[in-house]
């Protein structure tokens, strides 16, 4: 057994942590700075306030066992669906989304809560039923955990916050003894109704042009025809592997049930998906097919970065920001504003907190005293994983925009309150890994 550390605490976590945080309110302030030096925001004022109370419950939950987390686990997910239910019939609508639930001026985003429950009841369950996971049966049970509440952010509709519940239950069930198959399956299935999803505006939008093929995505007899063939082949394929067990007839029927999902996917994505949404996959495409509107974004984000150069402009300094080209700049594109006034040098910051975070929090999770809590670990390594690179990804014109703040520099006390109650169940974890 390894020696114990002097240390109830993990040092590092709270340090990169609490460093990221610094960051976020410096530059928070600095997206209210006009050209004049004025600041005509108090959003920095706002998240002193969330990160000083996120600080007490951060404190609160490295308090509580992972035993105990695993006991309220069902009843926090209850709870949140019912509030996500509350928040469709009776939220707030901010940026054509009903995902916010509160008073007045003030609210939270009970997904961004959800996230954790969700964690915390999928390491739950598969923990208890590590020894089926690998049945078809049990893996989609677990994949209805995260599901339904993806169901419920969707109708709000918040696609960007709904994706991060994806890759969390993806790397969640294969460290938990998941098929690779099965993963894969969703993963491939995934990607293919999202490329045929777009596929039809980009024929318009983008090629300009006809793609005689693509009829059959736009058609609805065509494509109705060519679901049914998938399918049928799908069919012939598992009966041949049944009757002369030959694997070939197995990697078959694999194949067309991957893109008979992605066609039925791809249906559902045009049926569900609005314009905007849409129109956020084509620009990151080709952000010149609607520079002044849905390309906006991206164009000008990249601008920002790109001007930054190697140690940037000088805190105070971005021109972007104080002529406010950036949109949304002190919560999704933040790290534009600071790519642009502090640079290459600032970006490295940044990396460098979330590395030693994420680093930190892979390590509590490999020494973790039982499955259940490294499967939680694991889930909310993935989730602040995701949160980086898609947050990161969007300002450099790499990633879509989906409106995922880079969590502990955003603005935004919900994120903040999400990440830092993260941070404490780690520390939880780490506190007590040597108690049997």
């Not at 009841?121 to 509440?149: G, N």
């Not at 998938?230 to 030959?246: D, H, Q, S």
Request: charged share 10%; with cysteine.
């Amino acid at each position: 057994m390894n020696e114990r550390s002097v240390f109830t605490v993990d040092v590092v976590l709270i340090a990169a942590t609490l460093m990221l945080c610094a960051v976020g309110v410096l530059f928070i302030y600095s997206s209210g700075v006009t050209r004049e030096g004025v600041s005509i925001s108090t959003e920095w004022i706002r998240q002193l306030v969330w990160v000083g109370l996120g600080l007490i419950v951060l404190a609160a939950v490295a308090s509580v066992s992972s035993s105990r987390m695993r006991g309220v686990a069902p009843y926090a997910y209850a709870v949140l669906l019912l509030v996500l239910i509350g928040t469709l019939l009776f939220g707030r609508v901010v940026n054509t989304s009903r995902s916010w639930i509160g008073i007045g001026e003030l609210g939270i985003q009970p997904s961004e809560f959800m996230k954790i429950a969700t964690i915390l009841l999928l390491a739950r369950f598969i923990d208890e039923r590590s020894a089926s996971m690998q049945r078809v049966t049990t893996f989609l049970t677990a994949l209805a955990i995260p599901m339904v509440p993806v169901a419920l952010i969707l109708l709000q509709p918040d696609l960007g916050t709904a994706l991060v519940y994806v890759p969390v239950f993806l790397v969640m069930a294969y460290i938990g003894g998941a098929r690779a198959t099965h993963v894969g399956f969703l993963v491939a299935s995934g990607l293919t109704a999202v490329v045929l999803t777009v596929l039809p505006a980009w024929e318009h939008l983008v090629h300009q042009g006809t793609v005689p093929w693509i009829a059959i995505l736009t058609v609805p007899r065509l494509f109705a025809i060519v679901l049914g063939a998938t399918l049928v082949v799908f069919v012939a394929a598992v009966a041949g592997y049944y009757l002369v067990r030959r694997s070939y007839f197995g990697w078959i029927a694999y194949a067309t049930a991957i893109l008979s999902s992605g066609l039925a996917g791809s249906w559902v994505g045009r049926k569900v998906l609005v314009e905007y949404q849409i129109m956020r996959l084509i620009v990151f495409l080709d952000p010149n097919v609607d520079p002044r509107g849905a390309g906006w974004h991206i164009i000008q984000s990249v601008t920002a970065v790109g001007s930054g150069g190697i140690s940037g402009k000088g805190w105070l300094r971005g021109t972007q920001s104080q002529l406010h080209f950036l949109p949304e700049q002190s919560t999704d594109f933040i790290f534009s504003i600071l790519a642009e006034e502090w640079g290459f040098v600032g970006a490295l910051i940044v990396f460098t907190g979330f590395a030693a975070v994420l680093g930190r929090g892979l390590v509590i999770g490999a020494k973790a005293k039982d499955r259940f809590a490294t499967l939680t670990a694991v889930g909310i390594v993935t989730m602040f994983f995701v949160h980086f690179m898609v947050n990161v990804g969007m300002a450099i014109g790499v990633m879509p925009i989906t409106g995922i703040p880079l969590i502990f520099v955003s603005y935004g006390g919900s994120a903040m309150w999400a990440g830092l109650i993260s941070v404490g169940i780690l520390l939880s974890i780490y506190r007590n890994r040597f108690r049997f």
